[in-house]
Every structure is written in structure tokens, then in C-alpha cells.
């Protein structure tokens, strides 16, 4: 069984710039999570998707960041701009139903300068 | 404010030797409970998970969950030195809108 795909593996921007980061979960996985992991600490959710609808977005900078998952498969995440303070990895993680075991992508790495 | 602490460590044992990571969490509701395993440079890696009260044992790998000190601790039989990663502690609530809230992990070192 293939795992949560990821693309880019890394990226490096200057402030302001846009970036858009993929994601294609497990098949058959409804539930998918963006999580964003700075370095030395925990992931922390971004936004999570069951199917196609938002169910918790609260902890996104919806200023900046935007996240779709139009066909309930593969998912999008864009910062405009980036700030420096994004520089981070961006995980995607899938689950076959909500508060359940939850399976991580190879992330991507971000470096705004 | 949902809240999972963790020992950061460095933990160092001796190849052979039980590793005990610790994990509390501040939210009584938390339902499922979850160990990760995460190499520098890598991905977090899902190596246990508990629901109920006790011991669940896989391998090497032992979860001990009780909820009404709301601790969970995961023990690491005969360490390896492939076993020296950070650990990190996840906890959910079998609620809808409701992801996996981390701790910050504690590293783990063993040594040969």
C-alpha cells in the first residue's frame, strides 16, 4: 500500500514570495491534516479535511495560508506571502476516519530568506 | 489550552538496557493516545497506539496508558542504538474537528 505522497521535498523562497505544497493521501483515507513542525518542536495542526469539507481550520494564518481539497483526494497548501517566520516543515498526514491512526508524508522543508 | 508535556532529554541508556519515556497530558476528554517515532531529518513514524486503560505490548514496544492520572508512558525493551530518535507523545479526542495535539518529544540516545 502506497503512503501519503508529498511535493516539493524542499523549498527555498524569499520573503513575500508564494509557495503551494501537495499532497496526495493513502487511498481510501476520507481524513487528511496539514500540520506545520518548526524545528525542535511538535507538529502543530494547520487545517484538517474529512472528504472535502474544512472541519478545523482554527489554527491556520488565514491571512497568509490557504488550503483546498477540492475532489476529496489530493490537497493544496499555499502561503502568500511567506514570512520569515514560515520557514518550517510542511507535514501531510492522512487517516481513515477522524481521531484515528494517523499516517505522515515525507513533509516538505521550507526556507524563506 | 490543550497541553502534552514530554521530558525534551537528551534520554541516554546503554544498548540492552529499558528506555522509559513519559508523556501527561491536561485535557481529561483525550480519548486516543499515540507514540511516534521521528529520525532527524525524517518524518514522524507511527509505532504505537492506545485507547484503554493498561498495557499494550508490541515487540519491543510497551504503552501504558491510565487516564485517571492522565499519563501515558512507552516503554523500549533492549534498546538498540537504531532506537535513538525523538519520541513524540500524541493525544486526540474522539470528537469530530478534533487532529492530533503533540508534545515536543524527548530525544532518545542509546549508546553501544
Known amino acids: 500500500e502506497a503512503g501519503v505522497a508529498q511535493s516539493p521535498r524542499y523549498k527555498i523562497i524569499e520573503k513575500r514570495q508564494s509557495v503551494a505544497f501537495w499532497c496526495n493521501p493513502i487511498?481510501?483515507?476520507?481524513?487528511l491534516y496539514w500540520y506545520q513542525q518548526i524545528l525542535g518542536q511538535g507538529p502543530k495542526l494547520l487545517i484538517q479535511?474529512?472528504?472535502?469539507?474544512?472541519?478545523?481550520d482554527s489554527q491556520l494564518p488565514k491571512d497568509r495560508f490557504s488550503a483546498e481539497r477540492l475532489k476529496g483526494v489530493d490537497s493544496t497548501l499555499k502561503i502568500q506571502p511567506a514570512k520569515l517566520e514560515d520557514s518550517a516543515v510542511y507535514l501531510c498526514?492522512?487517516?481513515?476516519?477522524?481521531?484515528?491512526?494517523?499516517?505522515f508524508g515525507p513533509g516538505t522543508r521550507l526556507t524563506v530568506t | 489550552q490543550k497541553e502534552v508535556e514530554q521530558n525534551s532529554g537528551p534520554l541516554s541508556v546503554p544498548e540492552g538496557a529499558i528506555a522509559s519515556l513519559n508523556c501527561t497530558y491536561s485535557?481529561?476528554?483525550?480519548?486516543?493516545f499515540f507514540w511516534y517515532r521521528q529520525y532527524s531529518g525524517k518524518s514522524p513514524e507511527l509505532i504505537m497506539s492506545?485507547?484503554?486503560?493498561g498495557d499494550k505490548e508490541d515487540g519491543r514496544f510497551t504503552a501504558q496508558l491510565n487516564k485517571a492520572s492522565q499519563y501515558v508512558s512507552l516503554l523500549i525493551r533492549d534498546s538498540q542504538p537504531s532506537d535513538s530518535a525523538t519520541y513524540l507523545c500524541?493525544?486526540?479526542?474522539?470528537?469530530?474537528?478534533?487532529?492530533?495535539?503533540f508534545g515536543k518529544g524527548t530525544t532518545l540516545s542509546v549508546s553501544s
Open positions: 498526514a492522512s487517516s481513515q476516519r477522524v481521531a484515528g491512526e494517523q499516517y
Open positions: 487511498s481510501g483515507h476520507a481524513t
Open positions: 479535511f474529512q472528504n472535502n469539507g474544512v472541519v478545523d
Open positions: 485535557d481529561r476528554v483525550s480519548q486516543s
Open positions: 492506545i485507547y484503554s486503560n
Open positions: 500524541a493525544v486526540t479526542l474522539n470528537q469530530a474537528g478534533t487532529a492530533l495535539i
